[in-house]
């Protein structure tokens, strides 16, 4: 390893020294952990290591078993498991519980669903007699670098079918949700997965290139940033290692004369504002058809001020506090920086005081390129309207970042959704719809949002020996 590249990955991951839970609604430490040491470190490696060599011996019937225990063991333990994560992070509580919800529903589609998808695939060729197949077989311990925007939900959709395949897993956590990380450990263990198949591992950031270079760890997953999964790609590529990579996003919600107005003002504000407005796939930059644009704006900014901010253990919180104060001190830079430079605030934008990481929900006009938040992501409560005056200025405006998550179009015109469906530069597009994640589809992007897919039958394959087998 060069010293270069050393250097640079200590760069990225120099913030993970403290291991805690602090409240961002109060800004209270609640508990504080001590990272795991070498000892600890090598002694888990090695569990995941004799763990893989018998666990991917068990049978599709076995690890379906365990896979469905672990569902339950989430249900049973929704209310505390969804309140350790609002503790931990801010999500509102009753998004909370919709996560931990859509962890045991993915739990149990994989249960149902993965041996097909794994199932051996006969092929016909026209140099082998009597044909050949393709085997899908696991490949060792898969490392989870994960955030904490959705911590269990992160982590799930990787576990579930790492699990189902007969892979173990390792996961190295955001260092701001350790009780969320320790939980999903006990809910393997409960369910009754043998020891070393789920492990967290209690480290800091600086510890992933060591942990990543050791030759018992198979492959790489990571959720995050642009600058971790830089990091995390050049290791495991100087280590011939795969990874799967899902990073920023500045997703564009694309709003055009023949919509539903009615329908595209209310998806777009929970389509910016969900998880406080920390999410990958939040609706970021709304571009509308200037037919239509001042009444859009003008709507969208009322519903927007009218949501409700506050302590997200309350259920009728519909935007608590972002997860950091760096968080926090970002997105209200962000905001200024646009002021200064000629934005208009038509909700918000102004700084909130009290205890408390919360940033104002704000929509914001006027916007020009040398705005930071013109092409930067947002990673809070926070609007960007954008004009255009039809599809072609629509999706070059769409397609003018660096990102390629995702892309939400909202259009009754079934040409325009025909364009925008081949043309947007994204890994996802949804018409009439907002973003989301689901078992059945492929979920990932292009550009500098990452590559690889998770979900669906695809993101079951991508840790896993495509093994051709001939016969003659």
Same mark, same amino acid.
């Given at each position: 390893?060069?010293?270069?590249?050393?250097?640079?990955?200590?760069?990225?991951?120099?913030?993970?020294?403290?291991?805690?839970?602090?409240?961002?609604?109060?800004?209270?430490?609640?508990?504080?952990?001590?990272?795991?040491?070498?000892?600890?470190?090598?002694?888990?490696?090695?569990?995941?290591?004799?763990?893989?060599?018998?666990?991917?011996?068990?049978?599709?019937?076995?690890?379906?078993?365990?896979?469905?225990?672990?569902?339950?063991?989430?249900?049973?333990?929704?209310?505390?498991?969804?309140?350790?994560?609002?503790? &931990?992070?801010?999500?509102?509580?009753?998004?909370?519980?919709?996560?931990?919800?859509?962890?045991?529903?993915?739990?149990?589609?994989?249960?149902?669903?993965?041996?097909?998808?794994?199932?051996?695939?006969?092929?016909?060729?026209?140099?082998?007699?009597?044909?050949?197949?393709?085997?899908?077989?696991?490949?060792?311990?898969?490392?989870?670098?994960?955030?904490?925007?959705?911590?269990?939900? #992160?982590?799930?959709?990787?576990?579930?079918?790492?699990?189902?395949?007969?892979?173990?897993?390792?996961?190295?956590?955001?260092?701001?949700?350790? #009780?969320?990380?320790?939980?999903?450990?006990?809910?393997?263990?409960?369910?009754?997965?043998?020891?070393?198949? $789920?492990?967290?591992?209690?480290?800091?950031?600086?510890?992933?290139?060591?942990?990543?270079?050791?030759?018992?760890?198979?492959?790489?997953?990571?959720?995050?940033? &642009?600058?971790?999964?830089?990091?995390?790609?050049?290791?495991?590529?100087?280590?011939?290692?795969?990874?799967?990579?899902?990073?920023?996003?500045?997703?564009? $919600?694309?709003?055009?004369?023949?919509?539903?107005?009615?329908?595209?003002?209310?998806?777009?504000?929970?389509?910016?504002?969900?998880?406080?407005?920390?999410?990958?796939?939040?609706?970021?930059?709304?571009?509308?058809? &200037?037919?239509?644009?001042?009444?859009?704006?003008?709507?969208?900014?009322?519903?927007?001020?009218?949501?409700?901010?506050?302590?997200?253990?309350? &259920?009728?919180?519909?935007?608590?506090?972002?997860?950091?104060?760096?968080?926090?001190?970002?997105?209200?830079?962000?905001?200024?920086?646009?002021?200064?430079?000629?934005?208009?605030?038509?909700?918000?934008?102004?700084?909130?005081?009290?205890?408390?990481?919360?940033?104002?929900?704000?929509?914001?006009?006027?916007?020009?390129?040398?705005?930071?938040?013109?092409?930067?992501?947002?990673?809070?409560?926070?609007?960007?309207?954008?004009?255009?005056?039809?599809?072609?200025?629509?999706?070059?405006?769409?397609?003018?970042?660096?990102?390629?998550?995702?892309?939400?179009?909202?259009?009754?015109?079934?040409?325009?959704?025909?364009? $925008?469906?081949?043309?947007?530069?994204?890994?996802?597009?949804?018409?009439?719809?907002?973003?989301?994640?689901?078992?059945?589809?492929?979920?990932?992007?292009?550009?500098?949002?990452?590559?690889?897919?998770?979900?669906?039958?695809?993101?079951?394959?991508?840790?896993?020996?495509?093994?051709?087998?001939?016969?003659?």
């Amino acid at each position: 390893m060069t010293s270069g590249l050393a250097a640079r990955s200590t760069a990225v991951y120099k913030v993970a020294m403290t291991i805690a839970s602090v409240n961002p609604a109060t800004g209270e430490t609640l508990r504080t952990f001590e990272p795991y040491d070498e000892v600890e470190v090598e002694r888990r490696l090695a569990l995941a290591d004799s763990a893989f060599r018998s666990y991917r011996r068990t049978s599709f019937d076995e690890r379906a078993r365990l896979v469905r225990a672990m569902a339950d063991v989430l249900e049973a333990d929704r209310a505390a498991i969804a309140e350790t994560m609002t503790l &931990e992070m801010g999500k509102p509580i009753v998004q909370a519980r919709s996560e931990v919800a859509k962890c045991e529903g993915v739990l149990r589609y994989y249960a149902e669903h993965a041996p097909a998808m794994l199932a051996d695939e006969p092929v016909t060729t026209t140099a082998a007699k009597h044909g050949s197949h393709i085997k899908y077989q696991p490949i060792g311990p898969v490392l989870a670098v994960m955030p904490w925007n959705f911590p269990l939900w #992160q982590v799930i959709r990787f576990a579930a079918p790492t699990f189902m395949v007969g892979n173990v897993a390792i996961l190295k956590h955001a260092s701001n949700v350790p #009780q969320t990380a320790l939980n999903i450990e006990g809910a393997a263990r409960r369910a009754g997965f043998p020891e070393g198949v $789920f492990q967290t591992l209690l480290v800091g950031g600086e510890r992933v290139q060591a942990i990543l270079e050791d030759d018992r760890v198979a492959a790489a997953t990571l959720t995050g940033s &642009e600058g971790a999964g830089r990091s995390v790609a050049a290791i495991a590529g100087n280590a011939i290692k795969k990874t799967v990579l899902e990073l920023g996003g500045a997703d564009p $919600f694309i709003v055009m004369p023949s919509a539903d107005i009615e329908r595209a003002i209310e998806i777009g504000v929970w389509a910016r504002v969900q998880n406080n407005g920390q999410s990958c796939i939040a609706a970021k930059r709304f571009i509308v058809h &200037e037919a239509i644009a001042d009444e859009y704006q003008e709507r969208y900014a009322e519903a927007m001020c009218k949501l409700v901010v506050g302590d997200p253990l309350e &259920e009728a919180t519909q935007v608590g506090p972002l997860a950091t104060a760096q968080g926090r001190d970002e997105v209200n830079e962000q905001v200024v920086d646009a002021l200064a430079k000629g934005a208009k605030a038509i909700c918000g934008g102004a700084p909130m005081g009290g205890p408390g990481w919360f940033v104002q929900p704000t929509a914001l006009t006027g916007l020009t390129p040398e705005m930071r938040v013109y092409r930067d992501e947002v990673f809070g409560p926070v609007t960007s309207f954008f004009r255009v005056a039809g599809i072609d200025e629509a999706i070059a405006l769409a397609n003018d970042t660096n990102f390629g998550l995702s892309s939400s179009v909202w259009t009754e015109d079934a040409a325009e959704q025909q364009r $925008f469906a081949d043309e947007l530069e994204s890994g996802m597009v949804y018409i009439n719809a907002m973003t989301i994640s689901y078992y059945d589809l492929p979920f990932g992007g292009i550009k500098r949002s990452g590559y690889g897919r998770e979900l669906s039958p695809t993101g079951i394959r991508e840790f896993t020996n495509i093994k051709t087998v001939w016969h003659d």
